[in-house]
């Protein structure tokens, strides 16, 4: 349940609030917006037949102006709990503000010092702000190219040192995550990972933010009760990106849900970024769901980008050439200002 105080509540009424809920056995998850401050309670009572009757009982509360049941499965990352959108500081990078569209682009994979620099000034160049390149590379076949693991990690590195970029790149291991915070800025989980839930809890206590790929059979409520996992551990620094389902469409790698967006927002005060690389596996596609993307309210894009597609170790044929990734970045500007956010 969450219990909405009223405009005239004190720190000391709030405090009253929360010890209450804390002796009564509730997790509590506190939202201080600018007109109202709200109090999440997660967790069941020791008599789950009196949730009824506590309700009434923070009600009458002369500090209190509601108190409302939520019944959705997810509780912390829902909007009901935390009714602004949340923005997550990355660097002095603000994601999720309402004014912008963060940009982060790179390589898919990490394959030498050179291939990264290239594309990392290439799309810093154009105005990403954010640098991706997986270090470590999940894969449907085991004798695909897995990555460099933490010699890639220190190039990513290297470059953030370079550039002034943060860099966002995958952990797949629980027994990585403490490796992996050492040198990322963002967590990734991927997609086959969104039900990995020892992995959620891992980096769910870990401060460090981290970007929710949604499972590519997944629902939003699963998705969204993934992102609890996280939340759920004390870590709230969580964006959810949409990197599309899989259909029975054959075309395109994937099936870029773009009502996902709206719904997320209407579900969620988390950040949403999507994923039209991996949506679409096909770079010529990259640029049009881009801008529907924008359009229908993300918050950002994760954008792969490769001097040499045709050579790639992984992922070529969805991989801009830094020449596209800028013309991407002209063919955005519009749509940006249209929806009023800025590059």
């Given at each position: 349940?969450?219990?909405?105080?009223?405009?005239?509540?004190?720190?000391?009424?709030?405090?009253?609030?929360?010890?209450?809920?804390?002796?009564?056995?509730?997790?509590?998850?506190?939202?201080?917006?600018?007109?109202?401050?709200?109090?999440?309670?997660?967790?069941?009572?020791?008599?789950?037949?009196?949730?009824?009757?506590?309700?009434?009982?923070?009600?009458?509360?002369?500090?209190?102006?509601?108190?409302?049941?939520?019944?959705?499965?997810?509780?912390?990352?829902?909007?009901?709990?935390?009714?602004?959108?949340?923005?997550?500081?990355?660097?002095?990078?603000?994601?999720?503000?309402?004014?912008?569209?963060?940009?982060?682009?790179?390589?898919?994979?990490?394959?030498?010092?050179?291939?990264?620099?290239?594309?990392?000034?290439?799309?810093?160049?154009?105005?990403?702000?954010?640098?991706?390149?997986?270090?470590?590379?999940?894969?449907?076949?085991?004798?695909?190219?897995?990555?460099?693991?933490?010699?890639?990690?220190?190039?990513?590195?290297?470059?953030?040192?370079?550039?002034?970029?943060?860099?966002?790149?995958?952990?797949?291991?629980?027994?990585?995550?403490?490796?992996?915070?050492?040198?990322?800025?963002?967590?990734?989980?991927?997609?086959?990972?969104?039900?990995?839930?020892?992995?959620?809890?891992?980096?769910?206590?870990?401060?460090?933010?981290?970007?929710?790929?949604?499972?590519?059979?997944?629902?939003?409520?699963?998705?969204?009760?993934?992102?609890?996992?996280?939340?759920?551990?004390?870590?709230?620094?969580?964006?959810?990106?949409?990197?599309?389902?899989?259909?029975?469409?054959?075309?395109?790698?994937?099936?870029?849900d773009i009502n996902a967006i709206p719904a997320l927002k209407e579900l969620s005060h988390l950040p949403v970024i999507a994923d039209p690389s991996h949506a679409t596996?096909?770079?010529?596609?990259?640029?049009?769901?881009?801008?529907?993307?924008?359009?229908?309210?993300?918050?950002?894009?994760?954008?792969?980008?490769?001097?040499?597609?045709?050579?790639?170790?992984?992922?070529?044929?969805?991989?801009?050439?830094?020449?596209?990734?800028?013309?991407?970045?002209?063919?955005?500007?519009?749509?940006?200002?249209?929806?009023?956010?800025?590059?």
């Amino acid at each position: 349940m969450i219990i909405i105080l009223s405009s005239q509540a004190t720190k000391d009424n709030l405090s009253h609030v929360m010890q209450m809920l804390e002796d009564r056995g509730y997790a509590v998850h506190l939202s201080e917006g600018v007109e109202r401050t709200i109090v999440g309670a997660v967790g069941v009572p020791a008599d789950p037949t009196q949730k009824a009757a506590v309700m009434e009982q923070f009600e009458a509360l002369a500090y209190v102006e509601k108190v409302v049941s939520v019944s959705k499965p997810y509780k912390v990352v829902n909007k009901a709990f935390h009714p602004e959108p949340t923005i997550i500081d990355v660097r002095g990078i603000k994601i999720g503000d309402p004014t912008a569209i963060i940009m982060m682009a790179g390589p898919c994979t990490v394959e030498t010092e050179d291939q990264l620099m290239v594309a990392a000034r290439a799309v810093k160049a154009a105005g990403a702000t954010i640098l991706r390149g997986g270090a470590f590379k999940p894969s449907t076949s085991p004798y695909s190219f897995h990555g460099h693991g933490e010699a890639a990690l220190k190039m990513l590195a290297a470059a953030r040192e370079e550039l002034n970029m943060p860099i966002i790149t995958e952990v797949m291991d629980v027994r990585d995550v403490e490796m992996v915070c050492q040198y990322a800025d963002i967590l990734q989980i991927g997609t086959r990972n969104m039900a990995n839930f020892s992995l959620l809890n891992e980096v769910g206590k870990t401060q460090t933010p981290v970007m929710l790929k949604r499972g590519m059979a997944a629902t939003i409520e699963e998705w969204l009760q993934a992102a609890e996992y996280i939340a759920n551990q004390g870590n709230k620094n969580i964006m959810l990106c949409e990197r599309g389902i899989r259909t029975f469409e054959t075309y395109t790698r994937n099936t870029f849900d773009i009502n996902a967006i709206p719904a997320l927002k209407e579900l969620s005060h988390l950040p949403v970024i999507a994923d039209p690389s991996h949506a679409t596996g096909k770079a010529s596609l990259v640029s049009a769901v881009s801008r529907a993307a924008v359009a229908a309210g993300a918050d950002g894009l994760i954008i792969e980008v490769h001097h040499n597609p045709e050579k790639a170790l992984k992922d070529g044929a969805q991989s801009l050439l830094p020449t596209a990734f800028e013309k991407l970045m002209a063919d955005l500007a519009p749509i940006c200002a249209a929806v009023g956010r800025s590059l």
